[in-house]
């Protein structure tokens, strides 16, 4: 594909819709979570500010962006720096080939899926990164669990999606779409439903949220490794962390939920609204489970997720061999 | 091998029941107040404890059942009570508690014979110093049977802000 003027000002609007996405995204889900949250635990949650607590988040980005930027003596500033800045650029570049409707695809790539995942692995860099440089052991020990955790969980997440793609034999997302219909029964989980059931629990993981958050489990490493971080810092890992828990869920959706195909009217709302209702889904869980310790953490994927989604690949390779 | 994949699906049922028990609890009423807009019923308040107050004798409400022992004086682990006792009988002529120090053991309610002491169930308690949670138990239970009697004197017991309805679901 040439790189003709009119894909550059595609991908350049694709980028500025999607930061606008992502910041979006980060204000409605800091509302929604901390709701249900409340309503979880049977309380109302944030109420005060604005009509039943709506601006809240609105006010807490304010908040954040009006804050002293205060850093610890001895840190390594360029990367103390730059560890932020890691963390939310690539997120812009990975939403880049996700289909959120027919016509709706910012950058239209062969192998969107591969592109995806190269590049999520610059997440565990920044947060090596940002441990690292802030010379907190908490940040350090944050770190060090948030590689351990990521490198462990992306094999079996490659692994499941990997099912889909010898099934389908396409690792472009939009045909990916077009390959399921519009019902859930003629959905990829119903193919492959331990294959899915190994992404959720990998997404989770790899987006370190409950019940797999030890890289910033708040009771015992303070934030983990942006434990140093304050202000626009800290606001950045935040967004990054909030766009990659919807990137994770728009890619579910792609791949197990039929896209933007539905029952009727195909549409961009059918992506959004399968993505919103798994962010749902994470959101409940984080709220529903306790964490778990780290040695639990790696023997659930080494010793259960990893040779299920071995198992899962392998019958599926068999299954599509025999069937040609 | 077996064992454990038993095990591990039995977890995973769990795992569902806990997210079914937390998703209807989303979906339950709250079981929170808003408080400025909203307060607590009085019944639901019997439990609390507030900070202390003098039993009335049978015979009069203003009379206080302390028979100036000291026991809980002496019991109390963070030394908050004062009682001294009066001229001629046994009745105390100070009784002064600081509820600022006060952990709110009980440890001086059990250790009255007389059963004199109580746990008031004062929600909405503010004080802006220190001094100002030393409390005169004899005036507190002086001012409650004069309010009892009608009395236009009496302090206000602590009261939820004006025009506020107690929840009844509470
Ligand atoms: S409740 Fe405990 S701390 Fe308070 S006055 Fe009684 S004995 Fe002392
Ligand atoms: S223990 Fe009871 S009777 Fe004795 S001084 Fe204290 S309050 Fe009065």
């Given amino acids: 594909m040439a790189l003709s003027l009119a894909v550059f000002v595609q991908i350049i609007v694709a980028v500025l819709l999607v930061i606008g996405l992502m910041v979006g995204n980060a204000v409605v889900m800091v509302y929604v979570e901390r709701k249900a949250c409340g309503f979880i635990q049977r309380r109302p949650g944030p109420f005060e500010v604005g009509p039943r607590g709506l601006l809240q988040a609105v006010c807490d ?47 239209q790539v062969d192998d969107g899926i591969l592109l995806i995942l ?60 077009e390959g399921q219909g519009g019902w859930p029964w003629q959905w990829n989980i119903v193919r492959q439903p331990l294959a899915c059931f190994i992404y959720v629990v990998c997404l989770v993981a790899e987006t370190n949220r409950a019940p797999f958050d030890l890289p910033e489990a708040e009771s015992e490493l303070t934030a983990g490794f942006h434990t140093e971080y304050s202000g626009m810092g800290f606001a950045l890992f935040f967004l990054s962390e909030y766009a990659n828990m919807l990137l994770v869920s728009f890619v579910c959706a792609v791949f197990f939920l039929g896209g933007w195909r539905g029952p009727f009217l195909d549409g961009f709302w059918w ?54 | 091998m077996l064992r454990a994949i038993i095990d591990n699906l039995k977890g995973l049922y769990s795992l569902l029941v806990g997210l079914s028990i937390t998703g209807r609890f989303l979906l339950s009423p709250q079981r929170t107040v808003h408080y400025p807009r909203q307060v607590v019923a009085p019944e639901s308040l019997a439990s609390f ?47 002064v508690y600081d509820f600022s120090l006060c952990c709110l053991c009980a440890a001086c309610v059990e250790a009255c014979p007389a059963s004199a002491l109580r746990f008031s169930h004062k929600v909405y308690l503010t004080a802006l110093t220190r001094d100002e949670l030393k409390l005169d138990l004899l005036a507190d239970l002086k001012a409650r049977a004069a309010k009892a009697a009608g009395g236009a004197d009496a302090r206000p017991p602590a009261q939820p802000p004006a025009g506020l309805e107690p929840q009844a679901r509470l």
């Fill in chain 1, 61 to 107: 980005s304010m908040k954040l962006l009006g804050k002293q930027i205060f850093v610890p003596g001895n840190i390594d500033w360029p990367l103390h720096f730059l560890a932020p800045v890691v963390a939310f650029l690539p997120v812009l570049l990975l939403y880049l080939p996700i289909p959120f409707g027919p016509y709706l695809t910012s950058l």
């Fill in chain 1, 118 to 177: 190269a590049f999520a692995g610059l997440g565990a860099v920044s947060n090596i990164l940002a441990g690292w440089s802030s010379n907190n052991k908490y940040g350090l020990l944050g770190a060090a669990r948030a590689v351990a955790q990521s490198v462990a969980y992306e094999i079996p997440m490659i692994m499941a999606l990997l099912a889909v793609i010898f099934m389908t034999g396409t690792m472009n997302l939009t045909t990916l779409v």
């Fill in chain 1, 271 to 324: 992506t959004f609204a399968k993505a919103y209702a798994i962010m749902f889904f994470i959101v409940w869980i984080r709220w529903t489970f306790p964490r778990v310790r780290f040695d639990q953490l790696l023997n659930l994927n080494w010793k259960w997720l990893l040779p299920l989604s071995i198992l899962n690949l392998w019958l599926t390779a068999v299954v599509v061999k025999l069937a040609n």
């Fill in chain 2, 49 to 95: 404890r507030g900070p202390l107050e003098l039993v009335p004798s049978a015979d009069d409400p203003a009379k206080t059942r302390c028979i100036s022992c000291q026991m809980c004086v002496r019991a109390c682990p963070d030394n908050c009570l004062k009682v001294v006792k009066g001229e001629g009988g046994k009745a105390p002529a100070v009784w």
